[in-house]
Each structure stands twice: as structure tokens, then as C-alpha cells.
């Protein structure tokens, strides 16, 4: 990897259902000075063991939406941090509102009298709406609203970092704002959970290719698949994540 290339790295790429044996959604993104991850799903500390990632060399924790698959792994990761990894450095975690509130009830019902004071670093607690640039340490992020259950604030993101963008669509069914986040992004992760039309939830790739053409990203990678699109994954001519596998941005 080159000095200045900024690394992406899939933690996790399954659905809700763990698909194909996939670790919950989560990707790492790293240079040097700043690493950060996007989604912290259930799963994200048994991927963080595998692929060789320390609780410890993370900076912030960017949440899309409310849904355990993509903010449920975040109470094993500050304990983590906390008991085996001693951290002392603050912590950032942006989301949508109430991003603080969610992730202090998720402790109190995961791990009851552990609170986020008992942890011995701070967290920096930042939130997002739709339409509104937030900074979060050396990250710019860029919030829209998209289509999926209301109840858990879904949101598509733009992160502005090192001159580069990286576009992550959440979770969603078609909306044209994905032309807005995915414009000029030097990579766009799109959820792609069917392969067939089936619901107001998610894209599925018959959808998605119908649209690919006005998506003016330099790369395009599907993520979330369920065991239809898995079924299908010889025959699509999009590039797939996988658990593990890293790409660079130069």
C-alpha cells in the first residue's frame, strides 16, 4: 500500500440474517494519523478479531441507522477497548439523533451497571440529519435521508476524508438521492440485498442495474446480500464485497 493511499478494509458485509455465513456490516477505513469505521454490526468484534483489527486503533464509529446488524456491535467494542485494551483516548461516535441516548440504552440492556462512565475514555457523541455536513475529527460527513423502516433513522453518508469520498448508501430501497451521494464518490458501498423486486426496504440488482448508469461514482460495490443474490453472485456484473478483502483509494 502506497503511504498516501487511504485503505478500506469489509469487516462485514451480510444481511440481518448473517447470509452466506457473512459478519455483520461493518467496514474499516485507515491512513495514517486517522481510522475509523463505518456501521458497527452485531458481529464486528468477531471480525475485528479475525481480520487482525485492534479495538484500540479506532478513532470514531460512524452508525447509518438503528438496526442491530449495523449498531449492535458496539458494546462489545467499548468494552473491548475498556477491559482487555485499556483504552484512554476519546472515542468518537456519530449518528443520527439520539445517537447517545441508543447507544447508552443498548449498554444498560446488554450489559446492566456497566455505563459509558465506567469505561475509562470519553466519547464524543455526534449527530446527523439529513441535509446537514457535520466534522468529526478529521472526517467531513455529508447525512441524507433514505427509504427503509423510519423507526431507525436510516440514513445514507458521504464521508469527505484525505481529499477522497467514501459514499455508503445504509440501508434503503431506491431513492434518487443515492445519485446525489454516490457523485463523484471515489467509492460508493451500495446495499444490494435482493436479487429480484421484493419490498419497500431494501434494492435488490434488478433495480440497481436499471439506475447504475447515473450513478457517476469512480467504483461501485454492493454489499448486504441475502442468500438470493448469493445464489446468483456468478452471473452479476457488479463487483461484490466480501468479508476481509480490502481496496485502496489513491
Not at 19 to 43: E, P
Amino acid at each position: 500500500m502506497e503511504n498516501d493511499s487511504i485503505q478500506v478494509q469489509v469487516l462485514g458485509c451480510g444481511d440481518a440474517f448473517a447470509s452466506g455465513g457473512q459478519y455483520h456490516t461493518c467496514f474499516y477505513v485507515k491512513h495514517t494519523g486517522y481510522r475509523f469505521l463505518i456501521d458497527c454490526g452485531a458481529s464486528t468484534l468477531n471480525a475485528m478479531k479475525k481480520f487482525g483489527v485492534s479495538t484500540s486503533d479506532i478513532d470514531g464509529i460512524i452508525i447509518t441507522h438503528f438496526h442491530g446488524d449495523h449498531f449492535g456491535g458496539i458494546p462489545f467494542l467499548l468494552l473491548d477497548s475498556s477491559k482487555i485494551k485499556q483504552r484512554t483516548k476519546t472515542l468518537s461516535i456519530g449518528g443520527p439523533t439520539g445517537v447517545k441516548a441508543k447507544v447508552n440504552a443498548l449498554m444498560d440492556l446488554l450489559y446492566p451497571g456497566i455505563g459509558l462512565a465506567d469505561l475509562g475514555f470519553a466519547i464524543d457523541f455526534v449527530e446527523f440529519k439529513a441535509n446537514q455536513s457535520i466534522a468529526m475529527g478529521d472526517l467531513e460527513i455529508d447525512a441524507f435521508e433514505v427509504i427503509h423502516s423510519p423507526e431507525a433513522q436510516p440514513h445514507a453518508v458521504r464521508i469527505t476524508f484525505q481529499n477522497k469520498v467514501i459514499a455508503f448508501s445504509g440501508d434503503t430501497s431506491w431513492t434518487d438521492v443515492l445519485y446525489q451521494v454516490a457523485d463523484r464518490a471515489d467509492l460508493f458501498i451500495c446495499e444490494c440485498n435482493f436479487f429480484y423486486p421484493s419490498g419497500p426496504s431494501h434494492l435488490d440488482y434488478q433495480t440497481l442495474s436499471s439506475h447504475k448508469s447515473g450513478l457517476n461514482c469512480k467504483k461501485l460495490l454492493i454489499s448486504h446480500l441475502g442468500e438470493e443474490m448469493l445464489k446468483n453472485k456468478r452471473i452479476l456484473d457488479m463487483d461484490c464485497a466480501e468479508d476481509g478483502k480490502i481496496y485502496y483509494i489513491n
